[in-house]
Every structure is written in C-alpha cells, then in structure tokens.
C-alpha cells in the first residue's frame, strides 16, 4: 500500500551518494557535482518505488546539537574529527536550489538534525501511513503500526517495521531508544552501561518498560541513572521541534520550470532534474 508521506533525511542520502558516485561527475565549469546527480537520482527512484501522496526532505541545520553535547560529551564526536568533506560542502546550496525549482520541500531548523524534524513531521501527521527514508538508526524509535523506516543496506533498502527490530534487536520501536541508550552505540557517542550488551538491553527495557522503569528501579547507582536520563534525553529523536508539515506536493512540476531548466543545465544535472520531475509527476 502507498505510503501518505514518505519523509526522507537528506543529510543521510546525500552524504551516501557523496560516496557513491565517482568524483569525476562535474559541472560545465568544473565543479564537482556528484552528490547533486548523486542523490537527485536516488529520489527518483525511491518516488517511483513507494509511490508517496507526499513527500518532504529533511535537512540537518546542525550536525551536533550544543544541547545534546550539553548532555552527553562524546555524542556524536566523529562527527568534529571527521567534518564535512571540503568537496561536498559546497554542493549541498546546490540541491537546495534544485529541490526548490523541481517543487520538493527541503526543510531544516536551527539547533535541530533531520532526525528531530522528521519526528516531528511523523507526529504532527497523526493517523497517516509514514515510510522515512533513513541511515540513521536513531529514527528506528519511531516506527509504528503506521511508520516504518526503509534502511539502505547493502542489498537495498531494508523494510524496517516492528517486526523487523523484534527480529533484530528483540524490541520494538518504542523502546529502541531504551535499547540504545543501554547498549552503547558507537555512531551516536553513547558509552552505554558496562556490561550490558544487546541481548541484557532487551531483556532490561522490556522488563522495566523502559529506561525510566529502570531508574525507578532503584538497581543503579546515581552516576548511572544520572547518565541514563541524559543519554536519553539525548538519543530519542525531538517530536515538538519548531517546525510544520510542509505541504508535501505541488500542482504542477517543476514548480518553477525555466530555473529548473537553467539550473539543470548550469550543473550538468539536467538528465537528473528530467528524472526526478517525472517521476514526481507518475505519483499524482
């Protein structure tokens, strides 16, 4: 069944294609422009698979929140040792400018990564079935009888539901982030409880309900239950950050046809903008 809303973070696709396209995809002038190709191809194709009513990108304002470092030190610390890669940088004004020719909103907020506005998103559409396009594990805490999280993998994307995290991780995803936070995960900076691995995190969060079940429990010392309501509040994706439902579709596309078309030709991408346009036009 078609999804309402697919809701795809950017930051994580783009990054993805950065990698996955060879950097000899340039401009007329020369910029380097495989990222744009890169992932204005990758929509195209996710738009003529799931066949969304709407859709809405998602876009990292901050990639390390000071509040959550506030929270938790080492959240996210590779993220300082291994910035933006200098040729890629320039590159995302350029999907910015494309998205918004072609029609596709491509939201952010300050202080905010994409997670939390696709959280948001996610609970201000109350009662609509939700697919989000995502590498971030993070968003797994979001899934729901009406929100599944379609994962890249090396095989394609994975059908993340809650099915599949019981089958995973042994929890749904209302308690992933409990699950997390427990664990450790490496990608996020979270040091964990020592000693408790995947299947103890499980078996603890399904037990107690929860990390606040845990730390009602009274069975951990003050550093730790000090470190599992800051590693929480750190780790579950914001649902209430300052943002709205974009309209998530236009009447016609591209929304503005002749920038479209400069803008395609200026980057070397108009085979791609072609491609994206019809498959936005297939869906209606």
Known sequence: MRPDWLFVDG???IFRAFYGVPQTVVAPDGRLVNAVRGFLDTLARLIYARRPNLLSVASDEDWRPQWRVDLIPSYKSHRVAEPVPDPLEPQFPLIHE???AVGVDFVG????EAEDVIATWTARA?????EVVSGDRDLFALVSDQIKVLYPERKGLAEVDDAELQRRYGVPGALYGDF???RGDPSD????LPGVGPKTAAELVKRHGGVRGLIDSGRYSEAQRDYLERALLAVLPVRDAPVELPPGRRDAYPANPET???LGRRYGV????DRLVGALQSKR
């Open 11 to 13: 930051s994580s696709l």
């Open 98 to 100: 494309l998205l918004a």
């Open 109 to 112: 907020v300050p202080d905010y």
């Open 126 to 130: 109350v009662g609509m079935r939700i």
């Open 180 to 182: 997390a936070v427990l």
């Open 189 to 192: 900076g979270l040091p964990g």
């Open 260 to 262: 479209a078309s400069e």
């Open 270 to 273: 108009s085979s791609s903008v």
